[in-house]
């Protein structure tokens, strides 16, 4: 069987698995509901929009409906999507749909103002009904998806949760500190499938960064990538850059970069080719002797920029 292998110098060092304890509960605001959006959801004002958003969820899928919102002849409703799942039969009375949209109903629905569905994880915004999925589709406050690429990980959760889960249920190695020094090892480099090799979480400057390390094929030939990832919002992710450097027989590849959010999926960051990226024989050539044997040193450190107020730059802040 191929083995592959990690090698971690020690220029990181690992962060003991009972210093920290991780509950799912939000970063951003660890309190209950914002008292903006608790007195808005209570009381008879806010019983009455319940019922009205009930009566807005489709009994098929149990989403909430938006125009065209369809009606069978007896009255009852459902979304659009649904009504051809259904074949045009109502799923309640049986009886054929036709096409009578329920006007009144989509009338009712643009007078409802309801929190956003993230409230109790923070967000604090109210939203006509209309608007309120295009919100919660970008809210900053919704969970974040799994960022290990190794298999399809359904799992969403707050940035402490997750870092628990990865090291918990992928075994994922975490380190401390903004600078690494990898050695990978690949016994066999021309056989290479579309799989990720590894992933290695860096907590530093109070944030916690993915680095993906991986081959895969790009046209005719595999290649080998490695790029990081922010746990957390694109937004603040632009507040740190990271370089990759890789090298071998006095010549070396360097990559300078922004991290990209983890909100961005590992493919679509994979496949925009945000990262360092080494042709198979650069690889082959960084590795030395015979070339039949991958062996990879891949440097970098990560620093958070800060702002001038004098001049206007950038300036890195290199500590941890």
């Not at 040193?297 to 500590?319: A, F, M, Y």
Request: hydrophobic share 30%; with cysteine; proline share 6%.
């Amino acid at each position: 069987m191929e083995t592959e292998s990690m090698e971690c110098d020690s220029s990181t060092r690992s962060i003991p698995n009972d210093n920290a304890t991780y509950h799912f509960s939000s970063t951003k605001n660890h309190a209950a509901a914002p008292a903006s959006v608790v007195t808005n959801i209570v009381g008879p004002t806010a019983t009455a929009a319940t019922s009205v958003y009930e009566l807005l969820e489709c009994p098929v899928c149990t989403f909430s409906m938006y125009p065209p919102i369809h009606q069978c002849h007896n009255g009852h409703t459902l979304c659009s999507t649904c009504k051809v799942r259904v074949h045009n039969r109502c799923p309640t009375c049986r009886q054929e749909l036709g096409d009578i949209r329920c006007l009144a109903l989509e009338k009712v629905a643009e007078s409802l103002e309801l929190p956003c569905k993230y409230y109790n994880l923070g967000c604090p915004e109210i939203f006509p009904y209309y608007s309120k999925l295009k919100h919660e589709s970008l809210c900053n406050f919704r969970p974040y998806g799994c960022p290990y690429a190794g298999s399809e990980c359904g799992i969403v959760g707050d940035i402490p949760f997750l870092v628990t889960h990865l090291r918990d249920d992928h075994k994922v190695d975490m380190h401390a500190g903004s600078s690494f020094n990898h050695r990978y090892v690949k016994s066999n480099p021309r056989e290479v499938e579309n799989a990720t090799w590894m992933l290695t979480v860096f907590q530093c400057f109070g944030q916690y960064f993915c680095l993906h390390f991986e081959a895969f094929q790009l046209g005719m030939g595999p290649v080998y990538m490695a790029f990081l990832r922010f746990m957390g919002d694109e937004e603040e992710a632009r507040s740190y850059s990271y370089s990759l450097e890789v090298g071998g027989s006095g010549r070396k590849l360097t990559w300078e970069g922004t991290p990209r959010s983890i909100r961005d999926s590992h493919r679509k960051v994979r496949d925009s080719n945000d990262g360092l990226i080494i042709q198979r024989n650069m690889a082959l050539f960084f590795s030395g002797g015979d070339r039949k044997e991958l062996k990879l040193r891949v440097t970098g450190k990560i620093w958070k920029e800060q702002h001038s107020p004098d001049s206007g730059l950038c300036i890195p802040n290199l500590s941890s």
